[in-house]
T-cell receptor, first 117, second 109 residues
Framework: GAVVSQHPSRVICKSGTSVKIECRSL??????MFWYRQFPKKSLMLMAT?????????EQGVEKDKFLINHASLTLSTLTVTSAHPEDSSFYIC?????????????FGPGTRLTVT | SQQGEEDPQALSIQEGENATMNCSYK?????LQWYRQNSGRGLVHLNL?????REKHSGRLRVTLDTSKKSSSLLITASRAADTASYFC?????????FGSGTKLNVKP
């Protein structure tokens, strides 16, 4: 089946620094990828839709200047948490599907656990 | 949640028993999907049921969909300790992907 990777799997950073998380589709092209955030014991919250070659679409309440998304190729989307604060600590997950549609089976990365100290 | 609610929020059963999880959603859909998440991990796709389908079976899993009530259920029969995980329904209105609030299932050996 299709494989999506994420890097890094865990990152600890100091408050005020920026952190970049990569999401790659390893064996298919994805014009669209989705980024989610998950708090402990909670569901996944869609943060933004990453579109190859164009601007990301952010969900209501998600700061686009805080969470920068770049989808520069058909296999790579990056999420940069800028000027991170402890409240940004969370589990970040991406998903993608061949063809980029939303209403088909999504393939998920293994997630990135961000801890901001 | 962004799309809907699931109940129960948590379910604890003995191995061998059946587990039923319910999901309600808010908007019209083309299909509804169920995913499983082991603690602190990514998600695994379990099933996709289309809006014109009422029931699907896959091994020990049975999924139902009632579009008139905007609800779905996931039944796991003859549960095993390895089924312990969180289960989420998901829909994709307007080409975005939203999850329900999830059910945390604990199967005791």
């Amino acid at each position: 089946g299709a494989v999506v990777s994420q890097h890094p799997s865990r990152v600890i950073c100091k408050s005020g620094t920026s952190v970049k998380i990569e999401c790659r589709s390893l064996d298919f092209q994805a014009t669209t990828m989705f980024w989610y955030r998950q708090f402990p014991k909670k569901s996944l919250m869609l943060m933004a839709t990453s579109n190859e070659g164009s601007k990301a679409t952010y969900e209501q309440g998600v700061e686009k200047d805080k969470f920068l998304i770049n989808h520069a190729s058909l296999t790579l989307s990056t999420l940069t948490v800028t000027s991170a604060h402890p409240e940004d600590s969370s589990f970040y997950i991406c998903s993608a599907s061949p063809g980029g549609q939303a209403d088909v089976e999504q393939y998920f990365g293994p997630g990135t656990r961000l801890t901001v100290t | 949640s962004q799309q809907g609610e699931e109940d129960p929020q948590a379910l604890s059963i003995q191995e061998g028993e059946n587990a039923t999880m319910n999901c309600s959603y808010k908007t019209s859909i083309n299909n509804l999907q169920w995913y499983r998440q082991n603690s602190g991990r990514g998600l695994v796709h379990l099933n996709l049921i289309r809006s014109n389908e009422r029931e699907k079976h896959s091994g020990r899993l049975r999924v139902t969909l009632d579009t008139s009530k905007k609800s779905s259920s996931l039944l796991i029969t003859a549960s095993r300790a390895a089924d312990t995980a969180s289960y989420f329904c998901a829909t994709a209105p307007l080409n975005k992907f939203y999850f329900g609030s999830g059910t945390k299932l604990n199967v005791k050996p």
